[in-house]
């Protein structure tokens, strides 16, 4: 649609962002996984699915590498409702 190469968008991107735009996608699917296990009782499978993640070693792997917790340890932590039930 536009005449911008897909190096140029790159580097444009992250210096907007800070952000590589695979970096970009991550991250706004982690924030919406995190909600979710703040909010919600689905399990981590059904979330990690409603986000977009189809490979669950993946979701955990970055999960943990933006947030710091594994995805049971954030919604223990953060979501105390679903932690006692």
């Known amino acids: 649609m536009y005449a911008i190469g897909r190096r140029h968008f790159e ?4 210096k907007a962002t800070n952000n ?5 996608i991550q991250r706004v699917k982690i924030e919406a996984a995190k909600k979710q ?13 409603d986000v977009g993640y189809t490979d669950a070693k ?3 792997t970055v999960f943990k590498k933006i947030t710091g917790l ?4 954030y919604r223990n932590k ?8």
């Open 58 to 60: 993946a979701f955990r």
């Open 70 to 73: 594994s995805p049971i340890d």
């Open 37 to 49: 296990l703040e909010s919600t009782p689905k399990n981590i499978n059904e979330v990690m699915y």
């Open 20 to 24: 590589t735009p695979v970096e970009y």
């Open 11 to 14: 580097r444009r991107f992250k």
């Open 78 to 85: 953060y979501n105390k409702e679903a932690a006692v039930a």
